[in-house]
């Protein structure tokens, strides 16, 4: 196959959770790009549609679901409507998070189960259900959301609960993929860097401390994650499956 080509996704059919706003929407967008229909999932069901509205005016289908992704039976129901109503189901993108800054001693029982359900349980669930579906269509590709805090631990914000839930998707991810490689499906996750959006913004205070932590000396614009998404959901990933892209700056390195 020609290079070029192996990057398209001519027909295919994804879904994005979180794919309302911030990375998730801006990868929706990238994998319509590239030649996918697109199911955007997210809590937000304004945020959702707009997405899906976006998908269509670059003249693919696209769908808007609303699903709480903690939830296995409603996340069973979305991957059962994405393949009703997209015809199929090749690239499952589970990429929904949240983030809690709280000093570990005082964390409640509460933020540590909520961070630990949206960013590690649902990406199981969603895994999962997609994972089935995929595996009684002979193939897939299942990219998931992990974080360079799967790596490192960040400053000054303590957030012990985000960062043991990352490097739990980078392992589920490795696990998955040695599980389901015979069934034709790859798994692999990307670890963005700090990223402008919305879970960021929020925190503005911090930047300083983060751009004098980054080689580049600045965050990421969400577009510059997309590409990643596409390339591993692309045939031009043939090979490429268990792994984890870090795309930081180089903020790791440090
Ligand atoms: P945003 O907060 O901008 O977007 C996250 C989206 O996920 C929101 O639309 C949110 O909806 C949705 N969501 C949250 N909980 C659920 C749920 N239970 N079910 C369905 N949808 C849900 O975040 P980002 O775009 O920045 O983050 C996307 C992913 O990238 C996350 O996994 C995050 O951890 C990861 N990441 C982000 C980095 C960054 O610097 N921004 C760096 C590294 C990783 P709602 O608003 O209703 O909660």
């Not at 895994?127 to 002979?138: D, E, F, L, T």
Request: negative net charge; charged residues 20%; glycine residues 10%.
């Amino acid at each position: 196959m020609n290079v070029i080509d192996s990057f398209k996704l001519t027909d295919k059919v994804a879904f994005v959770t979180g794919g309302g706003r911030g990375i998730g929407k801006v990868c929706a967008l990238g994998l319509a790009e590239a030649g996918a229909h697109v199911a955007v999932v997210d809590l937000l069901r304004d945020e959702a549609e707009t997405t899906a509205e976006e998908v269509r005016g670059l003249g693919r289908r696209a769908a808007a679901i609303c699903c709480d992704v903690t939830q296995p039976l409603a996340v069973k129901d979305m991957v059962d409507r994405v393949v009703a109503v997209l015809g199929g189901l090749d690239i499952a993108f589970n990429n929904a998070g949240i983030c809690i800054h709280e000093p570990a001693e005082e964390m409640s029982d509460e933020s540590w189960l909520n961070v630990v359900d949206v960013d590690l349980n649902a990406v199981f669930f969603c895994a999962r259900a997609a994972g089935k579906v995929m595996i009684a269509g002979g193939g897939g590709c299942i990219i998931n959301t992990a974080s360079m805090s799967g790596q490192i631990v960040n400053r000054p914000q303590p957030q012990c609960a985000y960062n043991a839930a990352k490097a739990g998707v980078i392992q589920l991810t490795k696990s998955l993929a040695t599980e389901w490689a015979s069934h034709g499906i790859r798994v692999n996750c990307i670890s963005p860097g700090y990223t402008g959006t919305e879970m960021t913004m929020q925190v503005k205070e911090m930047h300083p401390d983060w751009i004098a932590d980054s080689p580049m000396r600045r965050l990421a614009e969400p577009d510059e994650i997309k590409g990643a998404v596409v390339f591993l959901a692309s045939p031009a990933a043939s090979f490429v499956t268990g792994h984890d892209l870090v795309i930081d700056g180089a903020f790791t390195c440090w």
